[in-house]
């Protein structure tokens, strides 16, 4: 709650699930729409056994922000900000997180939705799956990208 956001308008919501029976059910319903999408390496993901969208994590926080159409504008870089805090502040803590993008595929169906009762005026957006790491193993980051970076200094 104390990420940076634009105009300090602080635009996000977050509902903490603690409900294995809701995850497993956000997470079929999510999975099962993976399995008919276009993408073939989301199509794959879903089709491993035993693929649970939130990695059977006992919490997961959903974060939401207002509409982009609504002030401010940018609801969804704050809302972003805000969870690269809770997974700075979870490591800090020994906790495991995830940030998972794909539950939109539960996020997008309106049926489904309201069933997070997510107050009005907020649209969810992204997802944490947080827990307390099942051993010590730290998998090495996959080498960073090169040229990513450019300089423009004055005289140059």
């Keep these: 709650m104390w990420a940076p956001s634009g105009h300090n308008r602080q635009p996000w919501h977050f509902l903490v699930i603690q409900d294995k029976e809701m995850l497993d059910r ?13 993408l073939e ?7 491993k056994d035993g693929y649970h969208l939130f990695h059977n994590a006992p919490t997961v926080i959903v974060v ?5 159409d ?8 704050d809302c972003s900000a805000a969870i690269q805090n809770m997974l700075v502040a979870a490591e800090s803590l020994d ?10 595929f539960f ?3 309106e049926k489904q939705l309201p069933s997070l009762r997510i107050p009005e005026g907020y649209r969810p957006l992204y ?25 423009y200094r004055r005289g140059e």
């Design 127 to 151: 997802s944490v799956a947080m827990g307390y790491k099942a051993d010590d193993y730290i998998p090495t980051p996959m080498p960073r990208k090169s040229g990513t970076v450019s300089w």
């Design 95 to 104: 906790i495991g997180t995830c940030w998972i993008g794909l539950a939109r």
């Design 64 to 68: 939401s922000g207002t509409h982009p």
């Design 41 to 47: 390496w989301v199509r794959n993901l879903a089709g």
């Design 26 to 38: 956000m997470s079929d319903f999510a999975v099962d729409r993976m399995r008919r999408s276009s």
């Design 107 to 109: 996020f997008e169906d």
């Design 70 to 77: 609504e002030p401010p504008l940018s609801a969804l870089v």
